[in-house]
DNA sequence: CTCGTAGGCGTGTGGTGTACGCCTACGAAC
DNA sequence: GTTCGTAGGCGTACACCACACGCCTACGAG
């Protein structure tokens, strides 16, 4: 075995997330990594396939970050805190946001969280099909929140356009995104998980 | 004023969902949507500034097909109504979903469902900050499950991989996952935002 | 010291969005 | 009925993208 492996799969995702931190996920290309990494573009093939499975390397570095210990506290509490460890570590890189529902199935660390929802789920007593359901559910809360709160912030401009629209037609639509823009990023993803966690019926 | 426009943008964005109904979200571009109307790339920059605004008229076009007629039954039937009607508006154009999130600000139709939405939340009685963050766990809901859905539905590979993991790794998981392949995507959704609602404290 | 393996890279292909500038069909004004 | 400005339509060109392929070379085991 001469010449061993000068890059490890960490080394590329690190590498790839300060790209992506810099430049955003429009900046994120094979040729912009490869830079990143002093390498030309084509060395990057002998450790990945795809630009895909960079992609899924990236995920997979930032949901490793979660820490899933969560012994303690009602389920609805561990579920809350799982699904806030979550916001936590994507909060520091926003550009994978759009990535996450698309490697959620290949990314060993999304899958370990996933296992993590459903044990707090199981021991609060849910089972078969509502236990599907209920984890669809989180997984589509969870990753539809953070979504939407990067495309579209409170904070945001595009918060800020609706509140300037024509009261004659959206009265309300413009009264709530000007009071919107008061409200902070972690409290909107806390208190909307607790909405949901609530409606499972959990305590 | 010579030469009355040729191109309606509502013909534009027919023709770009049929080219996204055909070859989906990776077979649009400006020369597919071209050729799709039968004339030159840059001809189609006389009506369109731009790819986003493409996208946007596309977006418009399928959420202007959602009624929003909802005057009667309890608030929780109604938001159950108007976010059930955005999904059965949605599935027959799967490759929209990606971009419902990102052109949500812009597109008339959308602003008009949040209205709506809103006028369905106002009258149940809420309002301030708690109705922003309702409405904005609305979105979040809606989005994140009709993207959980498209990017890895229940009846797909993503979830058969999931089923097939190891079972001494991921018992709940894989257990879940082979559970999941019978349920449907309409009572996914349903049922998914039934628990959204019971968390809103609607009845 | 030799030699096969794997690391690294240069070139090329087919795709993308779109800036720019040209020709031309048209409809109103004279 | 001729003219003329405007807008429609398009061809070319540029910069970027992911990636196939094949080459050269540094290395480490034998």
Known sequence: MPRPKSLTPDQIATAAMSV????????????????????????LYRYVSD????????????????????????????LGVLADRVRVAVSGHPAVVPLLLTHRHSSPSSRRWGEAVLTVLTEAGLTGKRRVIAFRAVLAHVFGALQVAHFGPLSGPGTAALAELPPEEFPLLAETAARARTV????????????????????
Chains 1, 2 share one sequence.
Do not use: C, H, W, Y
């Not at 630009?51 to 561990?78: C, F, H, S, W």
């Open 184 to 203: 902070a990023p972690e409290e909107e993803f806390r208190k909307g998980f607790e909405i949901l966690v609530r409606g499972l019926g959990l305590s």
């Open 51 to 78: 630009r895909d499975q960079v992609e899924e390397l990236v995920v997979d570095l930032v949901l490793g970050a979660v820490d899933l210990n969560v012994a303690r506290g009602t389920p609805a509490k561990r």
């Open 20 to 43: 992506l931190d810099r430049d955003g996920l429009d900046g994120l290309s094979m040729r912009a990594l490869a830079q990143e990494l002093g390498m030309g573009t084509m060395s």
